[in-house]
């Protein structure tokens, strides 16, 4: 089945950028999800299809994805976005239709 | 306002059979579209997906636990129901079942997670 590798780790300080990647065998011709998991509360969804935000989620949250390679990028970073994130694909061409990436924790220095 | 809510057995021996239950508001499985999945998370580890079932009641299940795995909705009360088989000390994990709007590949409803724990 489809694989997606993410690092596991990212820092970053306050206010800098944080960038969050998510490689797949052209993972640029599917739709790439990411989801911010703080502990001990379920994943929430912080950008769908790519690039585009769900109702609520700060403007600082962006995603792009080409080639083989997606990238979560979070602007102006905030001690609250410390999480772990993981990205997410359907895989429509497999019987493992969902694919979750590791994970990546990423920790506000 | 959409609600997800996972209910089960907080311990299972090793080799009994796991019956979760997702009990859901404020959308219909029956709606062209609609699905709901189950993901797992074992503690301290990544999320995994392990089954999907949607309106028409086609169902998906993760390759390497398909032997293992049944899902089944009963649309009149809203509940998806996960069975998972011969249950291991290595299932222990936090159960989530979350929802797949029409027309989208993405999980935008989330329910709380159960922690399942194997253990004699």
């Known amino acids: 089945s489809y694989v997606l590798t993410q690092p596991p780790s990212v820092s970053v300080a306050p206010g800098q950028t944080a960038r969050i990647t998510c490689g797949g065998n052209n993972i640029g011709s599917k739709s790439v999800h990411w989801y911010q998991q703080k502990p001990g509360q379920a994943p929430v969804l912080v950008v769908y299809d790519d690039s585009d935000r769900p109702s609520g989620i700060p403007e600082r949250f962006s995603g792009s994805n080409s080639g083989n390679t997606a990238t979560l990028t979070i602007s102006r970073v905030e001690a609250g976005d410390e999480a772990d994130y993981y990205c997410q694909v359907w895989d429509s061409s497999s019987d493992h239709l969902v694919v979750f990436g590791g994970g990546t924790k990423l920790t506000v220095l | 306002q959409v609600t997800l809510r996972e209910s089960g057995p907080a311990l299972v021996k090793p080799t009994q059979t796991l019956t979760l239950t997702c009990t859901f508001s404020g959308f219909s499985l029956s709606t062209s579209g609609m699905c709901v999945s189950w993901v797992r998370q074992p503690p301290g580890k990544a999320l995994e997906w392990l089954a999907l079932i949607d309106w028409d009641d086609d169902k998906y299940y993760s390759t390497s636990l398909k032997t293992r795995l049944t899902i089944s909705k009963d649309t009149s009360k809203n509940q998806v129901v996960l069975t998972m088989t011969n249950m291991d000390p290595v299932d222990t994990a936090t159960y989530y079942c979350?929802?797949?709007?029409?027309?989208?590949?993405?999980?935008?409803?989330w329910g709380q997670g159960t922690l399942v724990t194997v253990s004699s």
């Open positions: 979350a929802r797949v709007t029409t027309g989208t590949t993405y999980f935008d409803y």
